[in-house]
């Protein structure tokens, strides 16, 4: 979807549009989270949005994002024999996520936003494993506040210095989505190699 639509959604609907924007992207959108974060930095410096409320409105959708993941897999282990269905998204999803948590315990939860993948593992996995929620919030959503101020001040000063700030952010998705692609084709080149050599 063309960015400009979502920037005449901001137009129109202001911080609720950002809200939803970014909570729906966390999940769903084929770009990496911390385009949406940079996103949001370069939005903040523009006349549609101001700085703090556009910073507080994006921590409330990780927020929303983490604790959604972390009642989903509460509530996948209590009413699902998901140990059997290892073919699912949330099987792979736990397995990763509970072996973060046999390494390293709830210090998964302090370093997992900053790792793709892993930030949606640990949460998931947490909620299974029966830590209490305000645990797991005390742990990652600090590790999250520092994730996103992170990359949302680095949008934030390339936005003061860009003019044309809507095809910068255009190229900027198209740029890592490109990079995105690479990866996932490196990933699959490597999983081929491994099974060809447990093969030989």
């Given at each position: 979807?063309?960015?400009?639509?979502?920037?005449?959604?901001?137009?129109?609907?202001?911080?609720?549009?950002?809200?939803?924007?970014?909570?729906?992207?966390?999940?769903?959108?084929?770009?990496?989270?911390?385009?949406?974060?940079?996103?949001?930095?370069?939005?903040?410096?523009?006349?549609?949005?101001?700085?703090l409320p556009t910073f507080l409105v994006i921590y409330s959708s990780i927020l929303l994002h983490g604790t959604l993941l972390y009642v989903i897999g509460n509530v996948v282990y209590q009413n699902t024999n998901i140990k059997k269905d290892n073919q699912s998204i949330w099987y792979s999803r736990?397995?990763?996520?509970?072996?973060?948590?046999?390494?390293?315990?709830?210090?998964?939860?302090?370093?997992?936003?900053?790792?793709?993948?892993?930030?949606?593992?640990?949460?998931?996995?947490?909620?299974?494993?029966?830590?209490?929620?305000?645990?797991?919030?005390?742990?990652?959503?600090?590790?999250?506040?520092?994730?996103?101020?992170?990359?949302?001040?680095?949008?934030?000063?390339?936005?003061?210095?860009?003019?044309?700030?809507?095809?910068?952010?255009?190229?900027?998705?198209?740029?890592?989505?490109?990079?995105?692609?690479?990866?996932?084709?490196?990933?699959?080149?490597?999983?081929?190699?491994?099974?060809?050599?447990?093969?030989?």
């Amino acid at each position: 979807m063309d960015t400009l639509i979502f920037i005449d959604f901001i137009k129109q609907y202001g911080y609720i549009a950002l809200f939803f924007i970014m909570a729906i992207g966390l999940f769903f959108f084929p770009v990496p989270n911390e385009i949406l974060l940079m996103s949001g930095g370069v939005l903040a410096t523009t006349k549609m949005l101001d700085p703090l409320p556009t910073f507080l409105v994006i921590y409330s959708s990780i927020l929303l994002h983490g604790t959604l993941l972390y009642v989903i897999g509460n509530v996948v282990y209590q009413n699902t024999n998901i140990k059997k269905d290892n073919q699912s998204i949330w099987y792979s999803r736990a397995v990763k996520g509970k072996e973060l948590l046999d390494q390293y315990g709830l210090k998964a939860a302090s370093f997992s936003y900053f790792f793709p993948f892993v930030r949606h593992a640990v949460p998931f996995s947490i909620g299974m494993s029966g830590i209490t929620y305000r645990l797991f919030a005390l742990m990652g959503f600090s590790s999250a506040f520092i994730w996103l101020s992170l990359y949302f001040f680095i949008g934030f000063y390339y936005g003061n210095s860009i003019s044309d700030w809507s095809t910068f952010v255009q190229q900027l998705i198209y740029s890592l989505v490109a990079i995105f692609v690479v990866v996932i084709v490196f990933q699959i080149v490597k999983r081929r190699k491994q099974r060809q050599r447990r093969m030989l």
